[in-house]
C-alpha cells in the first residue's frame, strides 16, 4: 500500500514562507506523475504544481511565488511557498500517479495565511 504523507503547514502572516513536504513509502520512480494541489474551505480542489516530462508546470495564481522540488534519495517532494496570501489559505494535498494512472493522495496539511 502506497502512502504519501505531507507536512510543513501551519499558520503563517502574509508575505511569509512555508516548505512543505510530501514523502512516498515508494520510491518516487514508481511514480509517472508528482505534485500538489489544494483545497479551500467551501472550494473544489485545484491544480497548484507538479513535475512534467520537461520541467514544471504551476498554476497561474501561484506563479512565481511557489516552487516545486524534490529529493530523489529521500522519496520526497517539496512545495516552497513564498509571500504567501490569505487567499492561499487551504489543505494542501501531495498527489502521486501509478504507472497505471491509479492516483495516491496524502492526507494534507493545513496551512492558513493571516495577520
Known amino acids: 500500500q502506497v502512502q504519501l504523507v505531507e507536512s510543513g503547514g501551519g499558520l503563517v502572516q502574509p508575505g511569509g514562507s512555508l516548505r512543505l513536504s510530501c514523502t512516498t513509502s515508494?520510491?518516487?520512480?514508481?511514480?509517472?506523475?508528482m505534485g500538489w494541489f489544494r483545497q479551500a474551505p467551501g472550494k473544489e480542489r485545484e491544480f497548484v504544481a507538479r513535475f512534467t516530462t520537461f520541467g514544471t508546470v504551476y498554476a497561474d495564481s501561484v506563479k512565481g511565488r511557489f516552487s516545486i522540488s524534490r529529493d530523489n534519495t529521500k522519496n520526497t517532494v517539496y512545495l516552497q511557498m513564498n509571500n504567501l496570501k490569505p487567499d492561499d489559505t487551504a489543505v494542501y494535498y501531495c498527489?502521486?500517479?501509478?504507472?497505471?494512472?491509479?492516483?495516491?493522495w496524502g492526507q494534507g496539511t493545513q496551512v492558513t495565511v493571516s495577520s
Open positions: 515508494a520510491s518516487i520512480f514508481n511514480f509517472n506523475q
Open positions: 498527489r502521486a500517479l501509478g504507472p497505471t494512472g491509479l492516483p495516491y
